[in-house]
């Protein structure tokens, strides 16, 4: 059973830096396309980046194009989300979450088209 787990969230001021960490355990990844998404209250949950984990390629969410960057590392099963510039709307729950393949849906954002979800890690900006 694949199981992601996040870590990294914390309270950050405006203008700061943060890296968040997805550990991916219970699968065979390398087919995989790795996500991360947000939701903050009352607001539907957003796409923020994504990555293939064969060959690398990724793709932004308009909202942080040029300030957040997703990495993999395949020694060690994790995804990665810097994120600089943070401003109090980047505030929400910060979730991963993986696809077997990258299929309809996933390179574009469609948080259905993602099977596996972490619990979630909490990314508070103050202004």
């Known amino acids: 059973q694949v199981q992601l787990r996040e870590s990294g969230g914390e309270l950050v001021q405006a203008g700061g830096s943060l890296r968040l960490s997805c550990a991916a355990s219970?699968?065979?990844?390398?087919?995989?396309?790795m996500a991360w998404f947000r939701q903050a209250p009352g607001k539907e949950r957003e796409f923020i980046a994504a990555?293939?984990?064969?060959?690398?390629?990724?793709y932004y969410g308009d909202s942080v194009k040029g300030r957040f960057t997703i990495s993999r590392s395949n020694a060690e099963d994790t995804v990665t989300l810097q994120m600089s510039s943070l401003n109090p709307d980047d505030t929400a729950v910060y979730y991963c979450?993986?696809?077997?393949?990258?299929?309809?849906?996933?390179?574009?954002?469609?948080?259905?088209?993602?099977?596996?979800w972490g619990q979630g890690t909490q990314v508070t900006v103050s202004s």
């Open positions: 990555i293939r984990w064969g060959g690398g390629s990724t």
């Open positions: 979450a993986a696809a077997p393949l990258p299929t309809y849906g996933t390179t574009s954002g469609r948080p259905g088209s993602y099977r596996y």
């Open positions: 219970g699968g065979t990844f390398s087919t995989y396309i």
